[in-house]
């Protein structure tokens, strides 16, 4: 790795837990801001690399409300001056839109220090792929870009490994975040990086939120011109790690140290994956097409005090018929995978 990487580049291909942050809203549907700045504490302090914000978990709907540069500010204050580290906090801000509002957002994002921009690319739907690249490129001279494979179920596109191989020979593609939860589609995102010869520049995190220990631990294997290459993902960048945080910094930590280990994979961390993908299909409200899926987030983060409510900008976004229900008997099954006791601890400073 070259002398000159910066750092917080160089946290990032060593891989981070990086929540999603959500949006914080009072009854009346307009932003907390105290409570916002608490779940950016709470991330901090439980341990993430840093922050994606103004993403799919923060509600596309900010721009529409004029909140989106208040948000990202909000989280660029709080990695800034939240019991400084040594370490960078890595921040990556939501982008979206079409080129002119997305390039707008880009630049939004630079002043306030962002590192790099993660790339939405559903209000491009129906673009042909050289209009796709087209628009990637455009973002990329404005601000170190992460790739998205947003899952079609809310809004991404289907993008194949050809797709994949060009945008990840655009110059300032850092990343990938890979959530298209589907393993097919997964495997696509793998080949186009390899076929660009692109392994070892861009950096592959999990977005498949039903798959995350698994995806963490296993050595993609592609081939390249008759020869195998193999990838893995370092990190996440998860909406579902927008709770339980600090339980999912030591969850990524022990995958590191199986990964590391190059030994044979520990069973009770394989079966990990199933018990944290039961989480998740509560959380994200599976059963109804991932309808509550942001609502479910939030309904984890009220009962633990950091929201006052589950509110969404769109009052028509809530949770669903059951879904309260199916946390409930997570949240019971599954209580060693949560944080409660960390969150009680520190609820009352982070509010401060």
């Known amino acids: 790795m ?35 700045r608490a779940l950016a504490r709470y991330y901090l302090d439980a341990g993430s690399g840093g922050l994606a914000v103004g993403v799919h978990t923060t509600q596309f709907a900010i721009r529409e409300r004029g909140l989106y540069e208040p948000v990202l500010r909000i989280a660029a204050e709080v990695a800034r001056d939240w019991k400084p580290s040594s370490k960078p906090r890595v921040l990556i801000a939501g982008l979206s839109g079409r080129t002119e509002q997305a390039v707008g957002e880009a630049r939004i994002a630079r002043g306030l220090g962002y590192h790099a921009g993660l790339l939405s690319l559903a209000a491009m739907k129906g673009a042909d792929e050289d209009a796709l690249i087209e628009h990637c490129t455009a973002l990329a001279r404005e601000i170190p870009l992460v790739g998205f494979y947003l899952q079609p179920a809310v809004g991404g596109l289907h993008l194949g490994p050809r797709f994949w191989t060009r945008f990840a020979a655009i110059d300032n593609v850092v990343a990938i975040k890979v959530a298209p939860f589907n393993r097919y ?7 186009g990086v390899a076929e660009a010869g692109a392994e070892d520049r861009v950096t592959l995190y999990t977005g498949n939120d039903d798959h995350i220990v698994l995806d963490l631990i296993t050595p993609f294997t592609v081939m390249r011109e008759g020869r195998p290459v ?19 910094v030591e969850l990524l930590a022990r995958c590191h140290v199986a990964v590391q280990g190059g030994g044979p994979v520990d069973p009770e961390l ?7 993908t039961d989480c998740n299909a509560a959380f994200f409200d599976v059963a109804n097409d991932f309808h509550g899926c942001i609502a479910g987030c939030h309904e984890v983060l009220r009962r633990q005090g950091l929201l006052e409510g589950i509110w969404c900008l769109d009052p028509h976004e809530g949770l669903s018929p059951g879904q309260r229900e199916e946390i409930d008997r997570v949240l019971a099954q599954h209580r060693d995978l949560g944080d409660d006791d960390f969150v009680a601890a520190h609820l009352a400073e982070w509010l401060g």
């Open 2 to 36: 070259a002398n000159d990487t910066p750092d917080w580049l160089r946290s990032l291909r060593e891989g981070l837990a990086i929540p999603a942050h959500p949006l914080a809203l009072t009854a009346r549907r307009e932003l907390d801001e105290r409570r916002q």
């Open 185 to 191: 589609r997964t495997l696509d995102v793998m080949r």
């Open 230 to 248: 193999t990838l893995r993902f370092r990190g996440g960048l998860l909406g579902h790690w927008s709770v339980w945080t600090s339980r999912a």
């Open 270 to 276: 394989l079966a990990l994956d199933s018990r944290v």
